[in-house]
T-cell receptor, first 115, second 115 residues
Framework: DQQVKQNSPSLSVQEGRISILNCDYTNSMFDYFLWYKKYPAEGPTFLISISSIKDKNEDGRFTVFLNKSAKHLSLHIVPSQPGDSAVYFCAASDPLETSGSRLTFGEGTQLTVNP | DSGVTQTPKHLITATGQRVTLRCSPRSGDLSVYWYQQSLDQGLQFLIQYYNGEERAKGNILERFSAQQFPDLHSELNLSSLELGDSALYFC??????????????FGAGTRLSVL
């Protein structure tokens, strides 16, 4: 049962344009959502996150939108830069007391930004 | 640099063997998580430790075990290895949750190849 899904394995955009990466989830208990970026031969790097009580969080060129009724979140990158080319993972947090929470990851979307 | 250190970076071994993967969390983080990423798949949660105690288990095989030591470093032990165990193994650490906020910081991973 895939609780977090990224339906687009790949996305290609032109430099300077907007990149929109999508993610859907099924578990209504998720209370925190994160986006990670991953370059080859490196571990995932935290990018941006959003609490389930908010619908938008912005950090520089990156904005995450959350639509709880649709169980959908998206990551917008504006403007896109060639250095943004990487695999982007959506992750959702399932609360487990105060000691931390497991993350459930989507399969990832390979973003390619063309110069 | 996330502050999470994993060793070794690469491991090549044969079927039936046993290996140990090591992880040092970020300074001050009490939670350690282990994830497995098989080819072209998302990260699968294996197990979490908090301050030396097991806190959560995911889809971890019985042939796999982990522990967290008093100095908070963790080891993941994989035994009776099979070809299908070839994967990237990531360790992550996190500070205690504040509200719903839970950000995990990942190491660079250990690439295990079982021949």
């Amino acid at each position: 049962d895939q609780q977090v899904k990224q339906n687009s394995p790949s996305l290609s955009v032109q430099e300077g344009r907007i990149s929109i990466l999508n993610c859907d989830y099924t578990n209504s208990m998720f209370d925190y959502f994160l986006w990670y970026k991953k370059y080859p031969a490196e571990g995932p790097t935290f990018l941006i996150s959003i609490s389930s009580i908010k619908d938008k969080n912005e950090d520089g060129r990156f904005t995450v939108f959350l639509n709880k009724s649709a169980k959908h979140l998206s990551l917008h990158i504006v403007p896109s830069q060639p250095g943004d080319s990487a695999v982007y993972f959506c992750a959702a947090s399932d609360p487990l007391e105060t000691s931390g929470s497991r993350l459930t990851f989507g399969e990832g979307t390979q973003l390619t930004v063309n110069p | 640099d996330s502050g999470v250190t994993q060793t070794p970076k690469h491991l090549i071994t044969a079927t039936g063997q046993r290996v140990t993967l090591r992880c040092s969390p970020r300074s001050g983080d009490l939670s350690v998580y282990w994830y497995q990423q098989s080819l072209d798949q998302g990260l699968q949660f294996l197990i979490q430790y908090y301050n030396g105690e097991e806190r959560a288990k995911g889809n971890i095989l019985e042939r796999f075990s982990a522990q967290q030591f008093p100095d908070l470093h963790s080891e993941l032990n994989l035994s009776s290895l099979e070809l299908g165990d070839s994967a990237l193994y990531f360790c992550a650490s996190s500070p205690p949750r504040v509200g719903s906020k839970n950000i995990q910081y990942f190491g660079a991973g250990t690439r295990l190849s079982v021949l």
